[in-house]
């Protein structure tokens, strides 16, 4: 999908106010929280337009029981 400059600066503004809105009511902002803020309000963004799904993983059983290895080096 191509879009437009004046398409990609009005889902900008969009976005980041999304994102200001959140990183405004954070109670304790860092880096790390910041960009998970991010990454959330760009998800959720491309969700609501039908762009993109999420589905979660199937959990696998793995087993936590190994055989002890002994390197020679």
């Given at each position: ?12 503004r969009?976005?980041?106010a999304?994102?200001?809105y959140?990183i405004?009511n954070m109670?304790d902002?860092?880096?790390?929280t910041?960009?998970a ?12 337009q039908?762009?993109?799904s999420?589905k979660q993983?199937q ?7 190994s055989?002890r290895f002994f390197?020679q080096?």
């Amino acid at each position: 999908m191509r879009l437009h400059g004046a398409s990609r600066q009005r889902i900008f503004r969009e976005v980041f106010a999304q994102f200001w809105y959140v990183i405004e009511n954070m109670p304790d902002r860092n880096r790390h929280t910041t960009n998970a803020a991010w990454r959330l309000v760009v998800e959720t963004w491309l969700r609501r337009q039908g762009w993109i799904s999420v589905k979660q993983n199937q959990q696998t059983n793995v087993s936590t029981h190994s055989k002890r290895f002994f390197s020679q080096n």
